[in-house]
């Protein structure tokens, strides 16, 4: 199983779905912030609608009021038209400022709605690379059960002190007890063997037990080991 995870692990559609993972997240709380603050902005612009419906409200009732002759005294009247000079600047004002918030919640709006398409699109690429992963998931678990079933065959023939060397091997060296020797090299850590090495192993008997100096594993002389 060891075996299984790191084989798993170093394949391709595993980084890529680790990436698309991360980028998800990021942009998830990005959106979330955004959306907070659309939220905040749209309460805002309600209030800035509703006050400048209630100074002009007001203004209307005032106008109203002098229209219809219902100010007769000329101070009153005076003080009138001169709250009417005060309403409109105050109408400016919160006007400006609801032209402020819509801006800035249309900002919002726009930049929430492209971290929606991204992550509509990082959920379609996490779903891809998913059922890829699945797929060789399901075939590399076809394919250990195979070299398992083999492997029996093979244990049956082995003497048990090899074997045990083997598994306790394999336990501490992430599920490779053994590693083929290649181009002078160990398979299992990729080390180089020196001269040295390489002399002692080719006039080792071919039943002689070879460890690797670097991992300790097991080495497996082949055709291709080079000495």
Known sequence: MDLLRHQLEHLPE???LAELQHRHRETDDRARDLRIAVDDLTREQKKADADVEQVKARRKRDLDRIDQGLIANPKDLERMQLELVSLERRITSLE???LDVMEGLETAQRELDGLDGELAELNGRVETVT???AEKSG????QMAETGEVRKQVAADLPEPLLTLYERLRERSGGVGAAALRARRCSGCRLELTAADLGAIAKAPADEVLRCEECNRILVRTSESGI
């Open 96 to 98: 400006d400022t609801e």
């Open 139 to 142: 075939s590399l678990h076809q």
């Open 131 to 133: 059922g890829d992963l």
């Open 14 to 16: 595993a980084a890529e």
